[in-house]
């Protein structure tokens, strides 16, 4: 099977998988203004093995998405297997990403997430049984280091493994999700590691964002935080990479995405995604002037009339200035 990270124009501008919003409303959304790959949320192998419908629907995909890569996490060699096959038989998305990166606790304590690159022979196992049962690409998301043990030791314990991609995410495990991106460790996974590299970590808007891409010499980013509210943020990328300016959206253009994606995710998830479209109100309202008064409103909604009376208000107090 083609192997689709070749086929992608460098730099390579991907969403970063986000657990509870990268679904595939909000995938969809960041695909029309850009994104050249959007990734899964994360999905637990071992529900898989023991068939969660919940995280059937996590991985489930429009066309329009892809290149898609559905992101899997777990410790298990065993339930890695079965969840490969099974998503490469019944969603065949474009390629199969393993997560390396999540220090959340219900993960970490498992041993699953950052804690894989803690146990090397076990990551090892992990990413085999993953290449071996699927023709997909396969990918890993990873931090610089884990409690003492580092991005390096790992590229270079499993350097004859084929993997594809790699997406950095420049921070350790004890910094979480703040703090100084380490390019140095970025630049230096580019001497180990043949494939493609995207940089992650703090490109929170276009000129940050290249500056990753540039500083780190990876051929792409991976956008997580940066898109919320900011799907736009892959074409201000991309023009601020072919020497323009990155275009603010419009208001009316904020109002009309932020109505699509509610769209969107009600049609996907019902009453689950009137409330998770809550916060993803929010963020768009914070691209709009005036709009933090209308935030009450938005954490209130409770159907898709609602968000469209939202969006006509928001339009209207513009007219009003
Ligand atoms: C709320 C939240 C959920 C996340 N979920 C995932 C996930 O499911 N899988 C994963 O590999 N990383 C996940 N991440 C990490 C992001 O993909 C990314 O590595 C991190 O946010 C840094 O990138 P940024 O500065 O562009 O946000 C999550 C981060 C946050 C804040």
Redesign the pocket.
């Known amino acids: 099977m083609d192997n689709f990270w070749a086929t992608l124009k460098k730099p390579v501008l991907a969403l ?7 679904d595939s409303a909000f995938r969809r959304i960041c695909k029309g203004f850009g994104a050249d790959v959007v ?1 899964s ?2 999905a637990s192998s071992t529900a898989f093995a023991y068939l969660a419908q919940s995280t059937h629907d996590i991985v489930r995909f429009d066309p329009s998405e892809r290149p898609y890569v559905v ?1 899997l ?1 777990g410790n298990n060699p065993e339930h890695f297997a079965i969840a490969t096959r099974f998503v490469t038989r019944e969603f065949s998305p474009d390629g199969i ?1 393993i ?1 390396f ?2 220090p959340m606790a219900k993960v970490f304590k498992r041993g699953a ?1 950052a804690a894989l690159m803690t146990d090397l022979p076990l990551a090892r196992e992990v990413i085999q049984s993953v290449i071996e049962n699927t023709p997909l690409p396969v990918s890993l ?1 990873t931090r610089t280091s884990v409690k003492g043990s580092d991005l390096l030791s790992l590229l270079s314990y499993v350097e004859d493994l084929d993997i594809k991609a790699l ?1 950095i ?1 420049g ?1 350790t495990y004890a910094q979480r ?1 703040s703090g100084p991106n380490d390019i140095e460790t970025t630049r230096e996974a580019r001497t180990l590691f043949k494939g493609m590299i995207l940089a ?5 808007n276009s000129t940050t964002a290249v500056e990753l891409i540039e500083k780190t010499g990876a051929d792409g980013v ?5 898109a919320l509210g900011n799907p736009w943020i892959f074409d201000q990328l991309k023009a601020a990479l072919n020497g323009g300016l990155p275009v603010k959206p419009e208001r009316q253009d904020v109002l009309k995405t932020a109505l699509e994606h509610a769209r969107l995710l009600i049609e996907l998830k019902g009453r689950h995604g009137i409330i998770q479209m809550r916060k993803h109100l929010c963020w768009y309202l914070q691209q709009i002037r005036g709009g933090k008064k209308l935030k009450q409103t938005a954490v209130n909604i409770e159907s898709l009339d609602d968000v469209a009376a939202l969006v006509a208000r928001a339009a209207e107090q513009d007219l009003g200035g």
Request: charged share 15%.
């Open positions: 970063a998988p986000l657990s509870g919003i990268t990734y949320e994360l992101q996490f990403d997560n990166g999540c997430g998301k997406m995410h921070r999700f992650n970590g703090g490109a929170g991976g956008i997580a935080r940066g």
